[in-house]
């Protein structure tokens, strides 16, 4: 919420995002120093792990560029992480370990829970192998805690789910955003682009090395294996957790609600980094021979190869990326190879070379792919330009036409946005983030899911349509309709959307509004039509059935409050412009079998209701589950950490006393 708030009052958006996503990245770099410390990794390597991780293909085309939820969670893992295994080994407080995973799960991004998920399983099961029963217990404990947290967070989306664009429930791989093996062993590569669809680019492969993890990987060649395995019970944890992440990064592309999951990259990397630099310091071999270093380069070269067969162009970038590589590999081998007595008093020096070679390899990665894959808006920095779009304009507004059209133009930003940028605006605009949006909503305004619309909207919005005869501005209540000329100027008539009746074949054109509209405002890119007579806002009773009349009492964002006037005696019908999300109620009525046209929120009102005062609320769908696991999880944490605390007063005082 501090981030939402300080983002709004911040005059500069790019300003304020570099310095939030460079502290989120120095946030997570220290926490994965921490997590490889707590392994008893000499201090230099676990400073690489810190370094390193960052640096990863995911974080710094996707996450660190765009996504911000997905970075945000990263950072914080390693720390539920570091907390959760000192709650195992050292203290019995579980308030750190909560507080964290609290932060990762109400952030509500899927990845992140699934990732603490992942950590709570793995120390849970190496405690359990341990025979440590109380340690075991602890991981329970929290592990509950923030399962109820979770129901707080999530429950609501499950449970509205069958409405949205996530409703159907299937299992399948369409490629999308998906990783495949090849490119899991080119991950050594910095310039390497794998075998990835997505939206941001044609054809199969990547136009981003996204599935990059670290160049230095192979190190692993200089660790002594028996060594390491009979140290395997210290990392238990560790190994539990990379193999969990590379099955989450396998999975099919569609899995009920969850999407793509390469965006779990970021997690699969800090693992194999933290267990290369943990298995380099505990079991590095004194003087590697010559043969391990071929078998280094030579996994480079393989590595090399692969990259190279998916896009034979590239291979320039890919050369020198690879060459840099075992160039650094050798100098790692000769330092660990010349050193006195024990492979770590060279340690220094390796992570000197880890950080030069890994800032060279940056650096021809930056070159090669300059920016994000990701879509480029040209957004202007300066949040009050959105602050003054439609200001002034009062009611509803609902945009006809979509933003992309303006291809990135920044004279376009001054008349209209896109997706959440809406939100810095004063105005009521429907075309937000669409997502996870009311499926039939959607398909009936051709609703995208950055907020874009159909030209043909324009004149679905003024038919009539069947369900309540009405024309569908009428049912939405909307008071303004912004009209972007660009989306037309190749598609001179309107196109029928596929919904409603053809009760007026005539197209609706944006320089001439229907009668009972007028054109407020032409700014050049856009015009703006207004209702002569205001009817908004949204929310309040729009259409009634035949015999059935209502009188709106009272209106808020949650609750709406009627008088029935008169009811047909068999019943009658009220529709509302709300969405019927999940989670309404009504007092004196009931709740229709199925939304009024689709998605409008619709009442039956019996007769006997007559006279009477009807009230629909609107409450989170499970909302009493919800609060009481939320209220369960704080009080139970709370009482936890106050007994912990008791405790410790009293050892203490036992101990002064004697």
């Not at 692969?306 to 050798?330: E, K, N, T, V």
């Amino acid at each position: 919420m501090l981030i939402g708030v300080a983002a709004y009052l911040c005059s500069n958006a790019v300003v304020f995002m570099t310095v939030l996503k460079v502290l989120m990245l120095m946030l997570a770099g220290t926490g994965v120093y921490l997590l490889a410390r707590s392994y008893k990794t000499a201090p230099p390597l676990a400073y690489v792990a810190g370094f390193a991780v960052t640096l990863n293909g995911f974080t710094m085309y996707f996450d660190a560029p765009s996504w911000v939820t997905g970075l945000l969670v990263w950072a914080l893992v390693p720390y539920f992480w570091v907390a959760l295994r000192r709650l195992t080994q050292h203290s019995a407080n579980p308030l750190p370990a909560f507080l964290v995973g609290y932060l990762i799960v109400t952030v509500g991004y899927l990845q992140g829970t699934f990732a603490i998920g992942f950590v709570l399983l793995a120390v849970g099961i190496d405690s359990l192998i341990r025979r440590r029963w109380p340690e075991a217990l602890r991981v329970v404990g929290v592990g509950v805690a923030l399962v109820l947290v979770a129901i707080t967070v999530f429950l609501p989306g499950v449970l509205t789910a069958s409405v949205t664009n996530r409703a159907v429930s299937i299992m399948g791989n369409d490629g999308m955003m998906s990783v495949d093996l090849g490119g899991l062993l080119s991950s050594t590569i910095a310039t390497g682009y794998p075998q990835v669809a997505s939206w941001w680019w044609t054809g199969p492969t990547a136009t981003a090395p996204v599935v990059y993890v670290a160049w230095f990987l192979p190190v692993l060649l200089f660790v002594d294996w028996r060594k390491a395995m009979a140290n395997r019970s210290h990392v238990r944890d560790l190994t539990i957790v990379m193999g969990l992440a590379l099955a989450y990064v396998l999975l099919p592309t569609i899995l009920g609600p969850l999407r793509y999951p390469v965006r779990f990259m970021p997690y699969l990397a800090l693992t194999l980094i933290v267990l290369t630099v943990v298995a380099l310091s505990r079991a590095a071999i004194r003087h590697p021979g010559r043969k391990r270093l071929v078998a280094a380069s030579l996994f480079i070269v393989a590595a090399v190869y692969l990259s190279w067969a998916q896009l034979p162009p590239h291979y320039l970038a890919l050369f020198a990326a690879g060459a840099i590589a075992i160039g650094g590999l050798a100098a790692i081998w000769w330092l660990i190879r010349r050193a006195d007595a024990v492979p770590s008093a060279a340690w220094t020096s390796v992570a000197a070379v880890v950080v030069a070679g890994s800032l060279v390899l940056t650096a021809a990665q930056h070159y090669d792919t300059h920016s994000s894959p990701l879509s480029m808006n040209n957004v202007p920095a300066d949040t009050s330009i959105p602050q003054g779009v439609l200001a002034g304009i009062d009611g509803d507004v609902i945009v006809v036409g979509d933003p992309v059209d303006y291809q990135s133009d920044p004279a376009a930003w001054r008349e209209t946005l896109m997706a959440n940028t809406w939100y810095l605006s004063p105005a009521a605009v429907q075309n937000r983030y669409q997502l996870i949006g009311f499926s039939q909503y959607n398909a009936t305004m051709c609703l995208q899911y950055l907020g874009g619309t159909c030209p043909g909207l324009l004149t679905t919005l003024f038919e009539t349509r069947d369900a309540t005869g009405m024309q569908l501005v009428d049912q939405l209540s909307i008071d303004n309709i912004q009209i972007l000329k660009v989306s037309f100027e190749n598609e001179q008539s309107a196109t029928d959307s596929g919904t409603g009746t053809e009760t007026e074949n005539e197209t609706v054109t944006w320089d001439t509004p229907p009668e009972g509209w007028s054109l407020v405002e032409d700014t050049g890119l856009t015009v703006v039509w207004s209702r002569d007579e205001p009817v908004g806002p949204a929310g309040g009773v729009v259409w009634t059935s035949e015999g059935t009349s209502v009188e709106t009492l009272s209106q808020t964002d949650t609750s709406v409050t009627m008088k029935v006037l008169s009811v047909a005696s068999e019943g009658g019908t009220v529709a509302l412009s709300r969405l019927a999300w999940p989670g309404y109620s009504a007092e004196r009525a009931t709740l229709t079998a199925a939304p009024v046209d689709g998605f409008l929120l619709g009442l039956d009102i019996p007769q006997s209701s007559e006279g009477e005062i009807v009230t629909v609320t609107f409450q989170p769908p499970g909302w009493a589950i919800e609060l009481t696991a939320w209220l369960t999880a704080m009080g139970g944490i709370l009482i936890w950490t106050i007994l912990v605390v008791i405790g410790h007063l009293r050892r203490r005082s036992n101990r002064t006393a004697a």
